[in-house]
């Protein structure tokens, strides 16, 4: 079975700075690969995917991740964080080729913008 | 286009009663899952239903029940609340294909 690691719970970083999210994967072949953020009393929304082919995907409100097969890592970026990117973020798994398309969920990491 | 669609958005309970957890979406999805989500904890799979007329346990599942009532309807039933069942409640969708999914808006539930 797949899992999910996101190694940092929380993190602060200054508004304009930039930003890396961290996200490791453990399963036997390359699984698809997606990040989500939620915002305080919302659902879930969709940043990017990945799912074979060029390892930088570009996803909304400027975010970027990168796939490294030798790291088992899926990690997310961003130049340069706005005050309004403060929010949940959740890395997620799909084996490819299963029923329905389950998704298993990282525990989240938590990001707070500084002024 | 709303999407996905999520009933009640909050909702408490006596440790006992019973309550059904409606979703509906709009975008002709196939597959549907229920999540719940608690603190420290990311999201946990109760069901899934990958079409119209099949269900199937996901990581979680003890104390809830599930229908897929048609292609656009996938309901969630606690029989019996437990504190345990204090939580919040997501259902989500996806294209056949893609996994990528669309959220609802989740339903706060408390159980007392």
């Known amino acids: 079975a797949q899992s999910v690691t996101q190694p940092d719970i929380h993190i602060t970083v200054s508004e304009g700075a930039s930003l890396e999210l961290r996200c490791n994967y453990s399963?036997?072949?390359?699984?698809?690969l997606f990040w989500y953020v939620q915002s305080p009393g919302q659902g879930l929304q969709l940043l990017l995917k990945?799912?074979?082919?060029?390892?930088l995907v570009q996803g909304i409100k400027g975010f970027e991740a990168e796939f490294k097969r030798s790291q088992s890592s899926f990690n997310l970026r961003k130049p340069s964080v706005h005050w309004s990117d403060a929010a949940e973020y959740f890395c997620?798994?799909?084996?490819?080729?299963?029923?329905?398309?389950?998704?298993?969920f990282g525990d989240g990491t938590t990001l707070t913008v500084k002024p | 286009n709303a999407g996905v669609t999520q009933t009640p958005k909050f909702q408490v309970l006596k440790t006992g009663q019973s309550m059904t957890l409606q979703c509906a979406q709009d975008?002709?999805?196939?597959?549907m899952y229920w999540y719940r989500q608690d603190p420290g904890m990311g999201l946990r799979l109760i069901y899934y239903?990958?079409?119209?007329?099949?269900?199937d346990k996901g990581e979680v599942p003890n104390g809830y029940n599930v229908s897929r009532l048609n292609k656009r309807e996938f309901s969630l039933r606690l029989e019996s609340a437990a504190p345990s069942q204090t939580s919040v409640y997501f259902c989500?969708?996806?294209?056949?294909?893609?996994?990528?999914?669309?959220f609802g808006s989740g339903t706060r539930l408390t159980v007392v």
């Open positions: 989500a969708s996806s294209e056949e294909g893609d996994y990528g999914y669309t």
């Open positions: 399963y036997g072949a390359t699984p698809y």
């Open positions: 990945y799912f074979s082919g060029d390892t």
């Open positions: 997620a798994v799909v084996a490819p080729n299963t029923n329905a398309g389950k998704s298993t």
């Open positions: 975008m002709n999805h196939n597959s």
């Open positions: 239903s990958a079409s119209e007329g099949t269900t």
